[in-house]
């Protein structure tokens, strides 16, 4: 017996509605990230302006699920400062978003990284240290006990 998801009304209107759909083309930061279990990719694109996020945008091939999170997850970095966009976790992605079905928790973690991996590449690129960031995880696979205990 399948059983039946319940999304929220934001997350319906944010998979309905994405926000920041596209490229930034020279972005100041593009990071990608996936989840090889459910084929979810998510490429974040960032344009920082003196330390500053002045845009975001996305582009994700995944369920809808991945689609809300990356709408909400540009739409939180924007008009951060770096060191603020970088403390967009997961679960304040899912909390934006009045929450997601358990085994749809992975979305949101791929956008927390996809934020990151775009900080890292906007670093490298300008020979910045950025306090706390860490290498991109190109999996979230990688990350399996930290998500079993953050779901």
């Given amino acids: 017996m399948s059983q039946v998801m319940e999304y929220s009304e934001k997350v319906m209107d944010h998979f309905t509605n994405p926000r920041n759909v596209g490229e930034?083309?020279?972005?100041?930061?593009?990071?990608?990230?996936?989840?090889?279990?459910?084929?979810?990719?998510?490429?974040?694109?960032?344009?920082?302006?003196?330390?500053?996020?002045?845009?975001?945008?996305?582009?994700?091939?995944?369920?809808?699920?991945?689609?809300?999170?990356?709408?909400?997850?540009?739409?939180?970095?924007?008009?951060?400062?770096?060191?603020?966009?970088?403390?967009?976790?997961?679960?304040?992605?899912?909390?934006?978003?009045?929450?997601?079905?358990?085994?749809k928790v992975h979305c949101s973690l791929l956008a927390e990284e996809a934020i990151h991996a775009a900080l890292w590449d906007y670093a490298e690129k300008n020979g910045i240290t950025v306090p706390g960031l860490k290498p991109p995880v190109k999996d979230i696979d990688e990350t399996e006990e930290f998500y079993k205990t953050e779901s």
Avoid: H, Q, W
């Fill in 24 to 103: 930034i083309e020279n972005a100041s930061g593009v990071g990608t990230v996936g989840n090889a279990k459910c084929g979810d990719i998510m490429r974040m694109y960032l344009e920082i302006k003196d330390g500053v996020v002045i845009d975001a945008k996305f582009k994700t091939f995944g369920c809808g699920a991945a689609v809300a999170t990356s709408s909400m997850a540009t739409e939180l970095v924007k008009g951060k400062t770096v060191e603020e966009a970088l403390l967009v976790t997961n679960k304040a992605v899912m909390e934006a978003l009045d929450g997601l079905p358990p085994v």
